[in-house]
Structures are given as C-alpha cells and as structure tokens.
T-cell receptor
Framework: DARVTQTPRHKVTEMGQEVTMRCQPI?????VFWYRQTMMQGLELLAY????????DSGMPKDRFSAEMPDATLATLKIQPSEPRDSAVYFC????????????FGPGTRLLVL | SQKIEQNSEALNIQEGKTATLTCNYT??????LQWYRQDPGRGPVFLLL?????KEKRKERLKVTFDTTLKQSLFHITASQPADSATYLC???????????FGAGTRLFVKA
C-alpha cells in the first residue's frame, strides 16, 4: 500500500530554532507539494516541485522558509528561524502529471513554535 | 483574486439522508475540480475528480456536478452514514496542473 510518509509527526520547538520537515513521496510520483493548514487560513500551498525542479514557491515566506528535493525520494521543508506564527500542520502530497494532479497526502507534521 | 467558497457552517443530517455540499468559485477557470475528504488529525484523501467538460460524475454513493456557467460544484452523498462524518474540501486546478487551490472545507456530521 503506497503512501506518502512524513517525519516528524509532531514537533515542539522554541522561537528562533531551525525546523526541518521531511517527506518521502510515493515511489514513481514526479510531483511534490508542501501545504500548511491552519484553522484560520485553511490549506495553503507553499511550494510545488515537478521532476525535482521547483515550479512554484510563491506561497512561501522566502526569508525564513526553504524547500528542496535532494533526490526523487526525499523532499524537505526548512524554517529558519521559526516563529510562533509558523505553528500549523504541514502536509506533503505527491502526484503524477498524467493529465490531472490528483494529490496523495501524507499524515502531516504538527508544528508548535513556543 | 481567485476565491473558493464552501459553507463554513457545519452540515448536520440524519443517517440515510442525502448530504449536499456546495463549492463556489470566482476569478478562476479550472480545468478540473476535485473533492477530498479529511478526517481529524489526518491528511486529505482524494475522492472524485470532474473535468470542465463533464457535467456529472458518480462513484458508489458519491455524486459530483460541475456547472462552469454558475461556477459551482455540488457534492452529494446518498444514503449517508455516520462514517461519512468528516470535513470535505473542494479543490480547483487549472490546465497544466499548476497551483491547485483548496477551499476551507465543510464539516459534515451524520447522526445515527
């Protein structure tokens, strides 16, 4: 049963610390998405990769957030320095560009910045 | 700016009835519209996709309609069950698969 995996599942950190979230997309999928979900804003797209190349990261605060795909099996999202307003659930999703981008979501990383 | 609206109020229905959820959008011409289900503490799960040239799509007890003139999609769950209780999100996608936009979701409660 192919699934998107994310680590860690939960993270509590102090303001100013670096946070790294990792995602393993479904094998064979060539698109990867990072989303942030909060009660107030809902699901917001932060970054989008196709074939490991970043296509859209306009939703991401550039001064503190960065997203990379070192290889086809790993995507990372870093926040440095973290702030309390970054507290949210961060989802990774993967998909196939076969005419529609049905997305398969991971379980999320619940981040709390104190 | 592009906007998706889903009923922010929760929908409460009795088991066995049909649940109908609405998704309206503005300033967007989507090639596809998708519906996802999200349970508390979990990621969204894909349910159905409907293309701009399709009026209706069905899958088991689920039915989706797509009216590009009204800029609206309706999502129906027939013979609803308590296990259908969840938040349902609609998502719009343009051609080329760029920048899928999600609605805020509608919470559905099905009472036994």
């Amino acid at each position: 049963d192919a699934r998107v995996t994310q680590t860690p599942r939960h993270k509590v950190t102090e303001m100013g610390q670096e946070v790294t979230m990792r995602c393993q997309p479904i094998l064979g999928h060539n698109t990867v998405f990072w989303y942030r979900q909060t009660m107030m804003q809902g699901l917001e797209l932060l970054a989008y990769f196709r074939n490991r190349a970043p296509l859209d990261d306009s939703g991401m605060p550039k001064d503190r957030f960065s997203a990379e795909m070192p290889d086809a099996t790993l995507a990372t999202l870093k926040i440095q320095p973290s702030e309390p307003r970054d507290s949210a659930v961060y989802f990774c999703a993967s998909g196939l560009t076969s005419g529609s981008e049905t997305q398969y979501f991971g379980p999320g990383t619940r981040l709390l910045v104190l | 700016s592009q906007k998706i609206e889903q009923n922010s109020e929760a929908l409460n229905i009795q088991e066995g009835k049909t649940a109908t959820l609405t998704c309206n959008y503005t300033n967007y011409s989507p090639a596809y519209l998708q519906w996802y289900r999200q349970d508390p503490g979990r990621g969204p799960v894909f349910l159905l996709l409907i293309r701009e040239n399709e009026k209706e799509k069905r899958k088991e007890r689920l039915k989706v309609t797509f009216d590009t003139t009204l800029k609206q999609s309706l999502f129906h769950i027939t013979a609803s069950q308590p296990a259908d209780s969840a938040t349902y999100l609609c998502a719009l996608e343009g051609t080329g698969g760029f920048k899928t936009i999600f609605g805020a979701g509608t919470r559905l409660f099905v009472k036994a």
